[in-house]
């Protein structure tokens, strides 16, 4: 999963501003299993950060209700400053039915609007569909028609 997204990140980090939540399967407060060495290390080798005074708090609680881990997270890319990331974790509610908690993050900033590029599309025939000699002929008449092109 970690190199799908290492490879989401570089296709888009040039245009966009990058934010990674959800359930990572791996904690950052833990340090004796091999998952949490690599998310740590994606972490640092995307240049991934976490908000300000991130709560540590559990987000996942298993069915038992004893285990409890953290998992869950926002992970925004290091170079963007002019935006602002609050996270706040909820409580366990008796009446959610899921087994992570609610992680809520509040992004604050001034979204500016890039100029688009204007692309040129080129249509290309399909070989499949398309009949060869009346194709040819409606080119060999079209060069016809032109002076210098006989």
């Not at 570089?10 to 934010?19: F, G």
């Not at 609050?86 to 500016?112: K, R, Y």
Request: proline share 3%.
């Amino acid at each position: 999963m970690l190199a799908q997204l290492e490879e989401i990140i570089e296709k888009y980090q040039e245009k966009y501003q990058i934010m990674l939540c959800g359930d990572l399967n791996a904690s950052l407060h833990r340090d004796d299993r091999s998952k949490e060495m690599f998310l740590k290390q994606f972490i640092i080798s995307n240049e991934l950060e976490l908000a300000n005074k991130y709560p540590i708090k559990p987000t996942f609680y298993n069915h038992n209700k004893i285990s409890k881990s953290q998992i869950d997270y926002f992970l925004y890319k290091r170079a963007e400053k002019k935006i602002r990331y609050t996270v706040s974790i909820s409580d366990i509610e008796p009446l959610n039915i899921s087994d992570h908690t609610i992680v809520i993050a509040e992004v604050l900033g001034t979204l500016i609007r890039k100029q688009r590029q204007i692309t040129k599309m080129v249509k290309r025939p399909d070989w499949r569909k398309c009949d060869k000699d009346r194709y040819q002929e409606a080119i060999t008449t079209k060069l016809k028609s032109r002076p210098n092109c006989n």
